[in-house]
T-cell receptor, first 117, second 115 residues
């Protein structure tokens, strides 16, 4: 069964350093999401892509976060510089849903757990 | 802005009991509502997806209902087992001008089933 792949699974870094996370969605899924989940909270959307285009990045802290999906397939989320408050689980999800046909669930990857010291 | 609330935040019950988890949302303009399960330190597993036109969905011992007009959903777990212990998250997919926003999640219900 196809799965969303994420790497690394765990990352420890010091504040002010740069970190990058990678996501490979399920083949054929045009929609890709990055979520951040702080311990004890629900995931919050950071950015949504439709193919290579950003659909929603209103919750992305653009002074330090960036996301790209250059060829409309895999995606990278970067933080520079990392801050203590960025410690969280970063989840990638993909979906084949488009237009008004949202009958398919989004498939989530295993996440990258980030600890900023 | 869509807001999702889950009650209770935590629940501990003996094995074998039937239980209900509650979810409410503020904006009824949704495409669908989903229930997810999350084990500690892991990603999310979709349990049930209810389209906005549906009233309920069932999968095994799980039954989810949706009352879109009142902004409520419940997840019913029958004959609970220790393996059901996890955090259960409710999420809604909301309309927006350009299509759909990403999923809006509640904070989850942390469930413990005592053997």
């Amino acid at each position: 069964e196809a799965e969303v792949a994420q790497s690394p699974r765990y990352k420890i870094t010091e504040k002010s350093q740069a970190v990058a996370f990678w996501c490979d969605p399920i083949s054929g899924h045009a929609t890709l999401y990055w979520y951040r989940q702080i311990l004890g909270q629900g995931p919050e959307l950071l950015v949504q892509f439709q193919d290579e285009s950003v659909v929603d990045d209103s919750q992305l802290p653009k002074d330090r976060f960036s996301a790209e999906r250059l060829k409309g397939v895999d995606s990278t989320l970067k933080i520079q510089p990392a801050e203590l408050g960025d410690s969280a689980m970063y989840l990638c999800a993909s979906s084949s849903a488009h237009g008004a046909n949202y009958r398919e669930t989004a498939d989530f990857g295993p996440g990258t757990r980030l600890l900023v010291l | 802005k869509q807001e999702v609330t889950q009650i209770p935040a935590a629940l501990s019950v003996p094995e074998g009991e039937n239980l209900v988890l509650n979810c409410s949302f503020t904006d009824s303009a949704i495409y669908n509502l989903q229930w997810f399960r999350q084990d500690p330190g892991k990603g999310l597993t979709s349990l049930l997806l209810i389209q906005s036109s549906q009233r309920e969905q069932t999968s095994g011992r799980l039954n989810a209902s949706l009352d879109k007009s009142s902004g409520r959903s419940t997840l019913y777990i029958a004959a609970s087992q220790p393996g059901d212990s996890a955090t259960y998250l409710c999420a809604v997919l909301t309309y927006s001008g350009g299509g759909a926003d990403g999923l809006t999640f509640g904070k989850g219900t942390h469930l413990i089933i005592q053997p």
